[in-house]
């Protein structure tokens, strides 16, 4: 492990002057797929690139810069891939609350780690920002629809264990209905109190439950009802909660479009880098059932050069030219 280390730290130094070298990185990316333990040895091993906070190796903000002017290409794919995850969702959160990116960032974050990498990126943006990601967003959000909805999610340490009440799911899967049911013309389905509470306390395991029960008695999905509405938040959030996977393959299936904005866009480089080390082969999975095509099909198609290989490394797939 410890030449690989030295090998990427080379390759992103740009020693001797030649620039960074994309095609060892490209290659990093294969090999450590699903092996965070070395990208945490690179960074302890590069210190011109990362300081020690604590639990956290961070990034220098200088030298940041530099590297996200060379990876022009790579669309900041690379900056991302060897940030610290509790970081590079701290800044992920920033970006969504500082710079007018979509909320669904915020949701993504809040919504699909688990409690200690939740609570790990709460402490990550203290660290960087001298607030809490809380406040912020109680502050930005604050003319939103969904600012209590968003604070509630991004304040959540859930409980991570198997059991389920079934009483108490089937009991708020009718609670649910009703608020869908009252929502209709009036107060946003975001800032409903039991809306609020059932999606940032329950366990994931108890909400698959509870939108179960929910098709069982109303009928329909709660993804249909809350489809037809202005609650897309609310939708991001049900979605990522219960169903990432398909979450994710949405999301990508809009980047890669003819029609994407940037926005859209840069959730391609998001989802890859984020959801690699997790549920890649589900996501592509997902996308396969649900768009009839191989999502690393789709990305050669659309992306070029080293941004494309290394796209491809991250979703785990060799496409076959």
């Not at 991004?154 to 108490?168: F, K, L, Q």
């Not at 037809?228 to 996977?245: D, I, S």
Request: with cysteine; charged share 30%.
């Amino acid at each position: 492990m410890g030449d690989e280390v030295q090998q990427l730290t080379r390759a992103f130094s740009g020693l001797g002057g030649l620039g960074v070298d994309e095609p060892a990185m490209v290659s990093a990316l294969a090999r450590w797929r699903g092996q965070p333990e070395k990208r945490s040895g690179f960074r302890k091993g590069f210190p011109g690139f990362f300081t020690s906070h604590g639990e956290m190796d961070r990034c220098e903000e200088e030298y940041m810069l530099h590297l996200a002017a060379e990876f022009a290409r790579f669309k900041n794919l690379m900056v991302l891939w060897a940030m610290h995850p509790w970081e590079r969702d701290a800044r992920l959160a920033h970006h969504v609350l500082h710079q007018h990116h979509p909320a669904a960032i915020a949701v993504e974050v809040a919504c699909t780690r688990s409690a200690d990498e939740l609570l790990g990126a709460r402490r990550a943006y203290q660290a960087l920002y001298h607030h809490s990601l809380e406040e912020d967003v109680a502050y930005r959000a604050r003319d939103k629809p969904y600012c209590n909805l968003l604070v509630g999610l991004v304040s959540a340490y859930r409980y991570e264990g198997p059991r389920v009440n079934e009483e108490v799911a089937r009991a708020e899967a009718k609670a649910l209905g009703t608020a869908v049911k009252s929502a209709a013309g009036g107060r946003p389905l975001a800032e409903n109190d039991d809306v609020v509470r059932i999606l940032s306390t329950r366990s994931k395991p108890h909400l698959v439950e509870t939108f179960k029960y929910y098709k069982e008695i109303h009928g329909r999905r709660i993804e249909e009802d809350l489809s037809h509405g202005r609650e897309e938040t609310l939708l991001e959030a049900v979605l990522c909660l219960a169903a990432p996977a398909k979450y994710f393959s949405q999301v990508m299936e809009v980047a890669l479009r003819d029609g994407a904005d940037q926005h859209e866009k840069d959730a391609l480089t998001r989802v890859a880098v984020t959801r690699s080390d997790h549920d890649m082969d589900e996501i592509r999975a997902a996308y396969q059932e649900r768009f009839g095509a191989k999502l690393e099909d789709a990305i050669a198609a659309k992306a070029h050069g080293h941004y494309r290989d290394a796209l491809l490394s991250l979703v785990g797939a060799h496409h076959q030219q």
